[in-house]
Every structure is written in C-alpha cells, then in structure tokens.
C-alpha cells in the first residue's frame, strides 16, 4: 500500500479532520452538578443536549476523549434510514405488518429529521442528496433486493429503481456487481463538519462540554444520579448514556448489550478527474449486498475515493498492515486505483446489537439512546432527540421501537473475542454466494 507519494506511512486520522480538526484539549472545569449529564459527545450524545437545553434544562456533556472523537467524526458520511438492514419479509413475519410498517416508517422519518436539522440550524456539511447505490455481489443478491425495495415501496413509498448489469457502468466503474439499486433520496454528509455544526449549536443553546473527562460509574442517588468521572464526580438529576460502539465500563448493563465491532476507511490521493467520474460517474454513495460489505463515495469536492470496510485488526490501529486486506479489496473492485497513494486511513468502533435493531429507553433510572449497527448517522441524530423528549416526559418522545427487548450478548467478553472468527464465517457465507 503505497502512502502519499513519499516513503512516509498515511495518515492514521480520519481525512474529514483536515478540514473539522477535533478541538485541541483544554482544562475545562468539572461542573458540581446539572439537570442532566450526558455520556458521550457524538451526534446521540449531543442531539439529546440540544433538544434538553433548548427545553430550558441545564446540561452537561462528559467526554472521555476530543468532543466528537468517536463513530461521528469519522464515519463513511453516507445518510440513509437504515431500512435495508432487515428484509422487510423478516421483518413482517417478526412483527406482523402493521409494527413492521411503524417501523419503516420511522426509518424513513429519522432520515427526514436529519436533513430538515441541518436544514433549520443551517449547518455546512456538504449534505447532498446525491441517491446510493447498491451493488449485488451474485444475481440472486440482486432478485432478493429487487423483491426487497418493491417491498419497501409498497408498505412505505421508498423511491428506488433497479439497474440490471449490463447498465451498471452508468453507476459504477467496476463489473464487479451484477447489477444494483439506486435509492435516490438517500445522502451524503461530511460527519466531522456536521458533527461540529451540531457543537455549535448545542453550546449556543447552553450546553457545557466536558471534554477529555471519562465517565467510570453512575450511581443512583435520592435526588437522582451521582456521575462519577476520573476528574471528580457531578450530581445530575438525570443522566443519558450515549457512548455507542464506545460503550465501557461505566454502565456494564448497556456495555454487556452492545457488541463494538471496528470499520476502517481508506481516502486516497486526489485522482484524475476523469478517473473519479469513471469509478463513481454520479457521484453516489455505494455499498453492496456483502455481509462483511464495502461502503465508498467520493469526497464532497470529487476528487478522492473514500473506501470503507473492514479492517485485519479489531482494535484502533496505527500499523498500515492492518489496512492492507481493505486496499486489496478496492484495488479487487478498481485495479485503476492500484497506483494511487492511500493518504489517510484510519478506524473506529461501531456498537452492533443482537436484533440488529438500535435501542433506546430507562434502565435502572438511567436514559440510554445506541446499537446503531453500523448505520448511525441519521438514527443517532434521531434517536438523541427522541431520548430527550422522552426525559423531558413528552408524548413525542414515543417511537416505534420503544418496547424492543434489549438483550444482552450471552458471554460477552467471550463473544467480543469471537468476531474475528464470526466475521471469517461472513465472508465465507459470502464467497459461497458470490460463486452462486
Ligand atoms: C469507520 C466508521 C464508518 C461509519 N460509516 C457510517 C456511514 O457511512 N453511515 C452511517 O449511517 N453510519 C456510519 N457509521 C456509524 C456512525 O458513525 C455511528 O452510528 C454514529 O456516529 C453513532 O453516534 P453516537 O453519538 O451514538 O456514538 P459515537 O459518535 O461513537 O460517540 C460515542 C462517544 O462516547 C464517548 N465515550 C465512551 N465511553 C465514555 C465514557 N465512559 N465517558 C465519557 N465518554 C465516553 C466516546 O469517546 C465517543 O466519543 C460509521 C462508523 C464508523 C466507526
């Protein structure tokens, strides 16, 4: 893997901090107490803090790192409403087809939310609406999802078309596929402006950010909750975990039903022009129908690939051997692009959970909103609103998915250890597939 035209090893931070860089640490001081402590800055974290604040209550935001530092400064920037990740006909048949309605229906509701908030709060973050595009790893992925979306279409409207093989390089500069699905209304953003966008207008509303303060216990006390961090501890009257993929030790129940599971991207140095327009002539944002899938665009200004995957390592990594299985994936799919230095590549947990479904609610008198399962760019920006509104007792507060059982991973350090082997039988599964 070649780095950015020299003998220097890429970049190990997210490329979206070139132009959003984290803010540099500062000694902020630990607040004696607030209405409501929130666990974890990302877009859950601090779409509940600006619906609190703006609500008139006093919030404080704990971070154990920079603000932001997690999945939602330095995530793949393609916004969707997560409706794809269970086939509706499971769905159904696990809900019946009026819970399964409400369901995807509210999908495509977080996904609204989102674009209408950086709509209103005017945040620049390149979000365009520029469709997705899906490629079918065999021909039977590519009948599934063609049942699939006209299945989404007929219980909830989702505008889509199918485009068979032989159209494909109008999508997609490789043969790889055999054929795909454009959902036009799907997005994309740059997450680390949008992420500070978002900060701005938290702490304009009120909100006090803590940075670089972890979070080790929460404690529940007469007068609410005891927040416990490394610098010192803060009375809350309600606190709302929001730490995702991060999830540790400082609420071992939520950690136990979140399984952290890493994604690395690859941004390269800037291509032709015309290369860039032949790989992604629409400038979509892509993904495929693979178990252990690709997720790639181009940035907002054209001009790079921005690959993203899996990485040889489950653990935050600064060893470029670690990526190179992910570049022989993308030059697989795009052998023009096996002479373009990689400049950045980096990685970052997202929070699994065993239903595939995000959760949100109470437990033991603390509010938790996560599990996006990979797709968390519209439902954490959602979810953290509804989870206020739900503290602040507002009948808007319900959703769709409030009575989902939440269980826990049986074994769960045991099973974290296990997804390197899990992950190997996915991509067995989907080398089976593939060979149809
Ligand atoms: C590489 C990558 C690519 C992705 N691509 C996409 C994509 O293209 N589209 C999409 O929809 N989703 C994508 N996701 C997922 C998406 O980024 C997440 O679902 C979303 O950002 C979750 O937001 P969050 O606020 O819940 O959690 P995060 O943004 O992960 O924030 C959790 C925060 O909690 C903090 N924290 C943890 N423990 C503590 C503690 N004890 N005390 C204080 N703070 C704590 C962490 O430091 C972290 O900053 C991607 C994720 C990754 C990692």
Redo the contacts with the bound molecule.
């Keep these: 893997m070649r780095s950015g035209g020299s003998s220097a090893p890429p970049d190990f931070k997210p490329w979206w901090w070139e132009a959003a860089p984290p803010a540099a640490p500062r000694d902020v001081p630990l607040p004696p107490g607030a209405d409501v402590a929130v666990?974890?800055?990302?877009?859950?974290?601090l779409s509940a803090a600006l619906t609190l604040a703006r609500a008139g209550r006093h919030v404080v935001v704990?971070?154990?790192?920079a603000a932001?530092?997690?999945?939602?400064s330095?995530?793949?920037?393609?916004?969707?409403s997560g409706n794809q990740k269970i086939p509706v006909a499971e769905l159904v048949g696990r809900f019946g087809e009026k819970r399964a309605r409400a369901l995807l229906e509210e999908g495509l509701a977080m996904l609204r939310h989102t674009s209408e908030l950086i709509q209103r709060e005017s945040i620049a973050c390149d979000f365009a609406r520029v469709g997705r595009f899906r490629g079918a790893i065999s021909p039977a992925h590519y009948d599934a999802m063609a049942r699939d979306l006209d299945s989404l279409h007929r219980m909830v409207g989702v505008a889509f078309f199918m485009v068979p093989r032989s159209e494909q390089h109008a999508e997609i500069g490789t043969d790889a596929y055999h054929g795909g699905s454009v959902l036009p209304d799907d997005a994309a953003l740059q997450p680390a402006r949008f992420h500070r966008g978002l900060l701005e207008r938290a702490v304009a509303a009120g909100v006090e950010l803590v940075p670089h303060?972890?979070?080790t216990s929460i404690e529940r006390a007469r007068s609410g909750t005891v927040v416990h961090t490394r610098r010192g501890r803060l009375a809350a009257r309600n606190a709302i975990i929001?730490?995702?993929?991060?999830?540790?030790r400082?609420c071992p129940p939520l950690a136990r039903r979140i399984m952290p599971i890493g994604?690395?991207?690859l941004a390269t140095q800037e291509l032709a022009p015309e290369l860039a327009s032949r790989l992604i002539p629409k400038g979509r944002i892509v993904g495929n129908t693979a178990r252990v899938l690709h997720?790639y665009r181009l940035s907002p200004d054209g001009r790079r690939m921005l690959f993203?995957g899996r990485m040889a390592s489950e653990h935050a990594t600064s060893d470029v051997r670690d990526f190179a299985p992910l570049h022989r994936e993308m030059i697989g799919l795009f052998p023009e692009l096996s002479c373009v230095a990689i400049t950045h590549c980096w990685?970052?947990?997202?929070?699994y959970t065993r239903d595939v479904f995000p959760h949100l609610g109470v437990r033991d008198g603390i509010h938790f909103a996560?599990g996006?399962c990979?797709?968390?760019?519209?439902r954490?920006v959602y979810f953290g609103h509804k989870i206020a509104l739900k503290l602040l007792d507002r009948p808007d507060g319900r959703t769709a998915f409030d009575d989902l059982p939440f269980h826990a991973f049986p074994f769960h350090a045991l099973a974290k250890r296990l997804v390197p082997l899990a992950v190997s039988g996915h991509r067995a599964r989907d080398w089976l597939d593939r060979r149809g």
């Design positions: 666990i974890g800055s990302g877009y859950t974290g704990l971070e154990a790192n932001g530092y997690g999945g939602s330095r995530n793949g920037g393609q916004v969707g303060t972890s979070v929001a730490t995702n993929g991060y999830a540790g400082e994604s690395a991207i997720y993203g990685s970052g947990y997202v929070g996560m996006y990979g797709t968390g760019v519209a954490a």
